[in-house]
């Protein structure tokens, strides 16, 4: 799991520990260092930092890119929402300053989305990609102890809470990295048990 945020790498070992691999977090490894986020793009940013674990690991890397995208705020924070409001926020101070960014918007104008892309990079070569989203409302305050990030702001209507008031189980179900990654594990089985003797005979990518 290329990713050196532990509560990230949490969810993503959890949503994918039954597959047929030894599952492991590059947040464990002594020295893990990733570069910069640097592309304009989720994609991009997803494959520069699982292309990176894959070349320093030799093993198979996946990296996910998340955001979330505010539609009073023209779609920002976008891919830049871990750094959002500038170098050394925590998620607290990064919460705050989204809530003065759209201090006066009212409730029906405050929708929103959570973004993710999640890239697999095979030493060999091999690279997929693939994209989900989930829609919601940003609060004029936090709600939750749960989830990290903006979770305590984001609003799930379907459910009636917001993602840092849901369980472990019901944010994988319904998260945007939730069903990203049930289409990664798709291709994980299909496309990449070749590691353990199978076949990617009729392996096609979800994109």
Known sequence: MATLNRAKAREL??????????????ADAPGAALPPETEPTYRGNALLKARAAAR???ALALADDSGLEVDALGGAPGPGSARFGGPGLDDAARCARLLEALRGVPAERRTARFRCVVAIVDPGGREDVVERAVEGVILSAPRGAGGFGYDPLFFYPPLGRTFAELTAEEK???SHRGRALAAARRLLVECYTHAAGGS???CGADR
């Open 13 to 26: 070992v959890a949503l994918l520990a039954d597959l047929p691999f030894e599952v492991r977090a590059l």
């Open 200 to 202: 990617t005979s009729g």
């Open 56 to 58: 320093a690991t030799g």
């Open 172 to 174: 994988a179900r319904v």
